[in-house]
């Protein structure tokens, strides 16, 4: 449904895409994570037509991004990271200009209003000048407009930056619920736990390439997959025989004071652990698997951690956003 | 109930002709009526907009009229004399909320979402324009009322008064795409507020609008004769006046019509043109 090849992008200094490929089948819920300044927001405006790139191509639903930039409008839906509404107007009349702009006839406009404000929880809220609303209720009518025209392809730049949790939550649930209908998104996002959680593909960025990719399990199997720790009092070697074939054939095992830690496969659980210790006489005080997070992931493929302070700065990344 | 993303959202094949554009003149000029609807509607409901959209083109005249009227000599009939520049200034100025509105909406993304629709990319700048003209056109209405209760009047006629009203708003639209330019070329809105009214201070005082030219000093007052803005005030006063125009009035129509063509060219490329900010 989206496929981009080789993007490049230059702002002055700043290599904002430097030749990100990336391909996005119909239905999914294609995850780009990455921190500040990763290249996110200029892929999403490459891809829906708002900013030409140096180099490379994209295709949506067929069409060329470059050589037929109207055809793609007429496609895809975008919200960006600031919610773009008329703060002037009710959340209704967004919806109905957004409709006319579609060139949807009066009532197939007003229709598709009624209907959005409803699924949006937005119908008592409906003639209410937009400028008293809540982030969370912005963002709402916000990405109700991108869905007037019933796009094939959904761009939600962090749709969930600068939200309360209750509000996140609410969003979460939404970008499943368009899932379940079948729509095509690409989702960007700063957080591990959101990429994690919605989609079905993820693209890890930084630097404006792409640096890893795959559903969440198969990224953390790359840093190394589930790992057995286990705190007990026998020697090593003892325990690593109890553990046998649960551990990987390879699996080099740590010792730390008296915490064993073992490589192990990724369908092992805490019990099977438990059960082959036990068989041995092994006396453990504790045993737990690990996966590691996505953060891991980031950390181990970057050099760096992914997860934004406080003040929105990115640790050990200087890079400035580009936007 | 039908689904988030509607039926379509799967039914739908790349050949739909729902997902095919609409293009043409007939619709890029509804798509600048759309645009220019989204602006007007929040006229009404705007009290405060009224207020001081009215209220400052009242004071403007008043004060102009009262304080400044009397102690301006070689003049006759001040009010009539003055009136024409008060109202050309008033709609100049007008023409900066263009490139205000331009950059408050760019500031706020929402011009990012105007490029994502698929509409034609220019209505974007003509709704906007268009919109101001309307404005424009509600304020003027209530200068020329207040203009009638103070004393002035249509001297050469109706239909003079008239072409002098319509060359006045042409001028302000004129501006407004000079204005268009600016909002899109400054990275803020505060950017666009003070570029867009600085230049529009000497552009207007140094003009026939408040004083006749000759008692300017002898090398400002070639400067001044040689300002559009001294034209159609001029080809103004003289419709209003019933007095002879000469060349005034095309001269100033033919300022106004260039203004548009050279402006509305620059800023419609510089809107579809580099879009990087």
């Given amino acids: 449904m989206i496929e981009a090849r080789n993007l490049?992008?230059?702002?002055?200094?700043?290599?904002?895409?430097?030749?990100?490929?990336?391909?996005?089948a119909e239905g999914q819920v294609f995850g780009m994570l990455g921190p500040n300044g990763a290249g996110k927001t200029t892929a999403v405006r490459v891809l829906a037509t708002l900013l030409q790139p140096d180099q490379g191509s994209a295709r949506i639903d067929g069409v060329d991004v470059l050589a037929e930039p109207a055809r793609i409008r007429a496609r895809i839906g975008v919200t960006g990271q600031y919610a773009a509404v008329d703060e002037g107007l009710t959340?209704?009349?967004?919806?109905?200009?957004?409709?006319?702009?579609?060139?949807?006839?009066?009532?197939?406009?007003?229709?598709?209003?009624?209907?959005?404000?409803?699924?949006?929880?937005?119908?008592?809220?409906?003639?209410?000048?937009?400028?008293?609303?809540?982030?969370?209720?912005?963002?709402?009518?916000?990405?109700?407009?991108?869905?007037?025209?019933?796009?094939?392809?959904?761009?939600?730049?962090?749709?969930?930056?600068?939200?309360?949790?209750?509000?996140?939550?609410?969003?979460?649930?939404?970008?499943?619920?368009?899932?379940?209908?079948?729509?095509?998104?690409?989702?960007?996002?700063?957080?591990?736990d959101e990429a994690d959680r919605l989609s079905d593909d993820i693209m890890v960025i930084d630097l404006g390439r792409s640096i890893a990719q795959g559903t969440a399990a198969e990224l953390k199997e790359q840093v190394g997959g589930a790992r057995a720790v286990i705190t007990t009092s026998a020697p090593v070697d003892d325990v690593v025989r109890a553990v046998g074939d649960l551990a990987k054939p390879a699996a080099t095992p740590y010792q730390d004071g008296e915490t064993v830690s073992i490589a192990v496969h990724r369908t092992t659980t805490t019990p099977d652990l438990v059960r082959r210790l036990d068989t041995d006489g092994i006396p453990v005080t504790e045993v737990t698997v690990t996966t590691p997070t996505l953060d891991d992931v980031f950390l181990t493929l970057t050099g760096h951690h992914a997860e934004v302070e406080d003040d929105g700065t990115t640790a050990g990344n200087t890079l400035e956003g580009v936007h | 109930m039908t689904t988030l993303a509607g039926e379509s959202a799967t039914a739908a094949t790349p050949d739909d002709e729902?997902?095919?554009?609409?293009?043409?003149?007939?619709?890029?000029?509804?798509?600048?009526?759309?645009?220019?609807v989204r602006h007007l509607r929040i006229i009404p409901r705007n009290v405060e907009l009224i207020m001081f959209a009215t209220l400052q083109p009242i004071m403007f005249v008043l004060l102009f009229n009262y304080v400044f009227g009397g102690a301006i000599a070689g003049v006759e009939n001040y009010t009539q004399f003055l009136l024409p520049g008060v109202f050309a200034q008033t709609v100049l100025f007008g023409s900066a909320f263009t490139g205000i509105g331009l950059a408050t909406d760019m500031e706020k993304g929402y011009v990012d979402r105007l490029r994502t629709l698929p509409i034609s990319q220019s209505a974007v700048l003509t709704g906007r324009t268009l919109s101001d003209f309307i404005r424009n056109l509600i304020t003027f209405t209530v200068m020329i009322v207040v203009g009638f209760l103070i004393g002035f009047r249509f001297e050469g006629g109706i239909a003079d008064g008239l072409l002098a009203c319509l060359l006045l708003l042409a001028f302000s639209y004129a501006f407004s795409w000079i204005q268009a330019l600016i909002g899109l070329s400054v990275k803020s809105v505060e950017a666009a507020n003070s570029a867009g009214f600085i230049w529009m201070f000497p552009l207007t005082f140094v003009s026939s609008a408040f004083v006749p030219t000759e008692s300017m000093p002898s090398w400002l007052q070639p400067i001044a004769d040689a300002n559009p803005f001294t034209k159609v005030t001029n080809a103004a006063r003289a419709l209003y006046g019933g007095l002879p125009a000469g060349d005034d009035v095309w001269i100033s129509m033919l300022w106004a019509i260039g203004i548009t063509v050279v402006f509305s060219f620059l800023a419609v490329r510089k809107f579809t043109g580099s879009v990087a900010r």
């Fill in chain 1, 8 to 24: 490049h992008k230059r702002f002055g200094e700043t290599l904002a895409l430097a030749g990100l490929d990336l391909e996005v």
């Fill in chain 1, 91 to 192: 959340a209704r009349e967004n919806l109905e200009i957004v409709g006319r702009f579609n060139h949807l006839s009066g009532r197939q406009t007003q229709l598709r209003a009624n209907e959005l404000l409803e699924r949006f929880a937005l119908t008592d809220a409906a003639d209410r000048v937009v400028k008293g609303f809540s982030g969370g209720m912005r963002r709402r009518i916000d990405i109700a407009m991108s869905l007037v025209a019933r796009p094939r392809v959904l761009f939600l730049d962090e749709p969930t930056t600068g939200l309360d949790p209750r509000s996140r939550l609410a969003m979460w649930d939404l970008i499943t619920e368009l899932k379940q209908d079948g729509m095509t998104t690409l989702l960007t996002t700063q957080y591990l």
């Fill in chain 2, 18 to 36: 729902r997902y095919e554009p609409k293009t043409g003149p007939l619709w890029a000029l509804r798509d600048s009526w759309t645009e220019a």
